[in-house]
């Protein structure tokens, strides 16, 4: 069977992180249906355990900028959205229904954070068809106490993803998508397996440019996994984590 690329698998393809973005809005039109493609995403057991954020006031988006790793670019983006994994209205749901509510764990948290995700991701891929782009932002599970007060969060509810969405320049559109992996090191056939140290080398070859393996993965260590706003987030989360309820067998 000759299977040809489409246009949605092709703009998976060329889809990249877009930050800078042409001074014009984006149609209310178009915005709606970024949000409602959203909220038709898979969902598990139906409950879309998320809630999505649509920061228009400019100073809060000033704010967010702030607070996510000093990133000016984001204040400057027509479309800013939080996708919040939310175990707390459903919680709320239970409880005005009379039910012994226990409190929500980790394992629902993780859920929602799938859901969120998948929901985050639809409109990713809604904005690129009609050339909108747009770029994660990580940042946003970070200074936990200072981002739940912008965002008036409460209990039970973590700030799993934030996006903005633009209009990219004509620099950004012939910007190079940076390279991905090699398949074979990503796909496992049935189960996990380790990979030894010269597939490792093998598959980070490519991103070693003129420096050895040994030199670019320090430097890279260095820049994210050991940084700053590394352990930061690590923190940050794990301050959100106090709020669920521990497993206990019944």
Do not use: P, Q, W
């Given at each position: 069977m000759d299977v040809k690329m489409n246009e949605v698998v092709e703009s998976l393809y060329k889809r990249k992180s877009v930050r800078v973005y042409e001074e014009r809005e984006i149609p209310e039109e178009m915005k709606d249906m970024i949000l409602e493609s959203a909220v038709q995403a898979p969902t598990a057991g139906c409950q879309q355990l998320y809630t999505i954020l649509d920061i228009t006031d400019q100073e809060l988006k000033e704010a967010l900028a702030e607070s996510c790793d000093h990133q000016p670019f984001i204040a400057k983006a027509p479309l800013v959205l939080v996708f919040c994994a939310d175990c707390k209205k459903w919680y709320d749901a239970y409880k005005e229904a009379g039910c012994d509510a226990r409190i929500p764990g980790t394992g629902d948290l993780m859920l929602a954070i799938t859901d969120t995700a998948i929901a985050a991701q639809n409109a990713v891929v809604a904005a690129e068809s009609f050339g909108i782009g747009s770029c994660y932002i990580g940042d946003i599970m970070e200074k936990c106490e200072e981002n739940r007060k912008l965002l008036n969060l409460p209990d039970y509810v973590f700030p799993a993803a934030m996006l903005v969405f633009g209009w990219p320049t004509k620099q950004q559109i012939e910007r190079q998508k940076p390279k991905r992996c090699d398949r074979k090191h990503?796909?496992?056939?049935?189960?996990?397996?380790?990979?030894?140290?010269?597939?490792?080398?093998?598959?980070?070859?490519?991103?070693?440019n003129n420096s050895t393996y040994d030199e670019w993965c320090s430097a890279f260590y260095n820049r994210k996994y050991n940084s700053d706003f590394a352990k930061e987030m690590s923190r940050s989360v794990s301050k959100y984590l106090e709020q669920y309820g521990k497993y206990t067998e019944i």
């Open positions: 990503i796909v496992h056939e049935n189960t996990y397996r380790s990979m030894d140290g010269e597939e490792l080398r093998e598959m980070f070859a490519y991103k070693c």
